[in-house]
């Protein structure tokens, strides 16, 4: 069974940082697309980053343009668990956040719906 579990969020004041952690358990990371997410209060879900499968041939990382700069996806395959490195963090990245995982070898980028959900982790930045 796929599970995914974030950590790691939390109230923070502008211009900190937290670290975003998504556990997996019940797959490999190299059989799929993983992606972060989140969604703040009234609005819709929106990927932050995401890098695609190993098998789909294409090793970037994907940073929407809000977080380029700012955010670094990483992964630590040993323990099947990758980061969102989130530095000078803004009040506008208040969300949950979630991490999502999908089989597909399409970019990471171009998924509709991926398969798989973690249950999201609350960052709040605020002074």
């Known amino acids: 069974e796929v599970q995914l579990v974030e950590s790691g969020g939390g109230v923070v004041q502008p211009g900190g940082s937290l670290r975003l952690s998504c556990a997996a358990s019940?797959?490999?990371?190299?059989?799929?697309?993983i992606g972060w997410f989140r969604q703040a209060p009234g609005k819709e879900r929106e990927g932050v980053s995401c890098?695609?499968?190993?098998?789909?041939?294409?090793?970037?990382?994907y940073y929407e343009d809000s977080v380029k700069g700012r955010f670094t996806f990483f992964s630590d395959n040993a323990k099947n668990t990758v980061y969102l490195q989130m530095n000078s963090l803004k009040p506008e990245d208040t969300a949950v956040y979630y991490c999502?995982?999908?089989?597909?070898?399409?970019?990471?980028?171009?998924?509709?719906?991926?398969?798989?959900w973690g249950q999201g982790t609350q960052v709040t930045v605020s002074s």
């Open positions: 999502a995982a999908d089989r597909s070898l399409r970019l990471c980028r171009y998924i509709m719906k991926y398969d798989y």
């Open positions: 019940g797959f490999t990371f190299d059989d799929y697309a």
């Open positions: 890098i695609s499968s190993i098998k789909s041939g294409d090793t970037s990382t």
